[in-house]
């Protein structure tokens, strides 16, 4: 199989960087001094779980880009999915399979409606993830875990599914295919929501979560009124999503802090929008109590 990863950032640089280096076929989509960097010298690769390497990979902006691939990850921030849906559609064969890998829910049908007639499913990712410089990114801690899988009606075979995610695994990345990729995709967006509000809110990293107090006691109200919105959706979650939640944040590195808390630092557009204000409108449509959800998006309005 050939590999295009769609925004060669954090967690698609990471991606491409282990597919890289177990030597599969993966060309990058990016832009501007990144761009230029990763041209020059390579991807430079600084993992926790695969050490520092510099991976001349492929590189190329969205306009440039003329290939076709096998499988398509797009990893670009929410805000930016109509920018991609042009490189998208050329990119894609009959046979190509889309997997959206993105913070907030429902890109799969999101992206699917803007290129009809190509294969969008749907997936999340569980990784510390970070551009630490031009041309450069940083995978933080021993969490790296990939979750894909399609909708129900859209009857594509899960073996299919299975063979890319052996693939995938065979670069030292861990993937499951789900047997329910709508719950997964809210769990995550649950999970990150609460991680990245309650980081930004604080201006903390995660080993403040980490250790109780006011903070945690932020990150478990956010994870609860999130499950609460899942709950009157009618999405079949873990019967304890608040303790899957703090298990998973009790694993990263104490020091990792989420994309969006990063983004905020350093007055870049962030995903505040579809990681904090989405989820209260829900929540509002539902008729779902946001105590906590209100105090963190009082200090954003």
Not at 9 to 30: D, M, N, P, Q, Y
Not at 248 to 256: A, N, V
Request: aromatic share 6%; hydrophobic share 40%.
């Amino acid at each position: 199989m050939n590999y295009l990863v769609v925004g060669t950032g954090g967690v698609g640089g990471s991606i491409a960087g282990f597919l890289a280096l177990a030597g599969k076929e993966v060309t990058c989509i990016a832009r501007g001094k990144h761009l230029e960097a990763i041209r020059r010298q390579g991807l430079h690769l600084k993992s926790d779980l695969k050490g520092e390497h510099y991976l001349p990979l492929p590189a190329f902006t969205a306009e440039e880009y003329a290939g076709q691939a096998d499988v398509i990850f797009v990893c670009v921030k929410g805000y930016s999915i109509d920018s991609i849906a042009d490189v998208i559609r050329r990119a894609a064969r009959p046979d190509t399979l889309v997997i959206p890998i993105l913070n907030v829910y429902g890109t799969g049908p999101r992206i699917g409606r803007l290129v009809p007639g190509v294969n969008v499913i749907d997936g999340c990712i569980y990784i510390v993830g970070f551009v630490s410089g031009e041309g450069e990114v940083s995978q933080m801690g021993n969490v790296f875990r990939m979750v894909i899988g399609a909708r129900p009606e859209q009857g594509i075979p899960t073996d299919r599914i299975e063979a890319i995610a052996q693939e995938v695994r065979t670069a030292g990345i861990k993937v499951d295919v789900s047997d329910d990729i709508n719950r997964d995709t809210f769990v995550k967006w649950s999970f990150i929501s609460a991680m990245a509000c309650t980081g930004a809110y604080f201006d903390v990293p995660m080993g403040e979560v980490q250790h109780g107090g006011e903070v945690r006691d932020t990150f478990i109200g956010l994870s609860r009124e999130s499950c609460e919105i899942g709950r009157r959706l009618g999405i079949p979650l873990p019967d304890d999503l608040v303790g899957y939640h703090l298990n998973i944040i009790d694993k990263l590195d104490p020091h990792s802090t989420a994309s969006l808390q990063k983004d905020i630092a350093r007055g870049h557009q962030s995903e505040l929008q579809g990681q904090l204000f989405d989820l209260i409108t829900l929540g509002e449509q539902l008729g779902v109590d946001m105590p906590t959800y209100n105090k963190v998006a009082e200090k954003f309005r």
